[in-house]
């Protein structure tokens, strides 16, 4: 029963995540710390299995449907990205479990504040490395470099949390990087893969992985994104922040909760 439990909400929570092109990182560990008797380690790296098949599900989606990924720029913040999720899934098995709980609470604050803050700028800067860009009838002007380091270290904390990661770098692009909302969006769903895929891949290197559970929540989670992406251009996307930072506070606090009392 604590299994057909978990799969529901692990569908819920995937189409719900799929409308901001993001990964459900941040309720699929909790929902699994709470009905599945696994360690922190274990569900971290089940997460970041379900976010990467739920990234491959998206992307299609978000780039041959809707138009909104800018693969040059996804493409440019990629190996940042792998890179740092790597790291930051492979030091995790080395911190206390206490620690990592923090660490998540922490990321789920940071991108409910930043999912609130969140909004279109205008970058007007010029340079060697700026790019001016238009995308699905958007014109905007981006510094890539810019962002490696931010964009770096959110991937680390995702890979070590067992998140995307997308909570913070979608507010990353759109506030330092000038890069509309909804092509941010799009964009993350490449980034959710290497960030998922490469997180995933040093926690697979520090310890295993139940194949019989990655399959059954793979499955899941493919089902669910397909559902959130393909409504994510009929709902307005600012109702949908505000809801997700506001559930998003709660999971942190719950986790706190969980960490510290339960």
């Known amino acids: 029963m604590s ?4 799969v529901f909400l692990v569908f819920v929570v995937a189409a719900a995540f799929s409308l901001l092109g993001k ?11 709470t009905f599945l008797d696994l360690s922190y ?3 971290a790296g089940l997460s970041l299995f379900m976010i990467f098949v739920q990234g491959l599900s998206m992307v299609a989606v978000y780039s041959f449907k809707n138009r909104l990924v800018d693969w ?3 493409l440019s913040l990629a190996l940042v990205v792998g890179i740092s999720a790597f790291m930051g899934g492979f030091f995790s098995a080395g911190i206390p479990p206490l620690y990592l709980k923090i660490a998540f609470s922490a990321a789920l604050l940071l991108s409910a504040y930043f999912l609130l803050l969140g ?21 905007y002007t981006v510094n ?3 962002l490696f380091l931010p964009v770096a270290f959110a991937a680390f904390l995702a890979g070590m ?3 995307s990661g997308g909570g913070l770098i979608v507010p990353i692009c759109v506030l330092l990087g000038g890069v509309p909302i909804r092509i941010a969006i799009g964009t993350n769903t490449f980034l959710v893969l290497v960030s998922s895929f490469t997180g995933f891949s040093g926690h697979l290197a520090r310890g295993g992985i ?3 559970l990655a399959a059954i929540f793979g499955l899941t989670v493919v089902i669910g994104s397909q559902i959130g992406s393909h409504m994510h251009a009929r709902v307005q996307e600012k109702a949908i922040r505000k809801l997700l930072a506001f559930i998003l506070v709660l999971a942190a606090f719950w986790m706190l909760l969980r960490a510290f009392i339960i």
Do not use: C, H, Q
């Open 23 to 33: 990964g459900g990182g941040e309720f699929y560990i909790p929902i699994m710390l």
């Open 144 to 146: 890539p470099p810019l």
């Open 210 to 212: 139940d194949p019989k």
């Open 3 to 6: 299994l057909i439990i978990t």
């Open 41 to 43: 380690f274990d569900a």
């Open 72 to 74: 040059k720029l996804a």
């Open 161 to 163: 949390v067992g998140i």
């Open 119 to 139: 909004k279109e700028v205008k970058n007007t800067g010029s340079g060697k490395f700026t790019w001016r860009r238009n995308l699905n009838g958007k014109e």
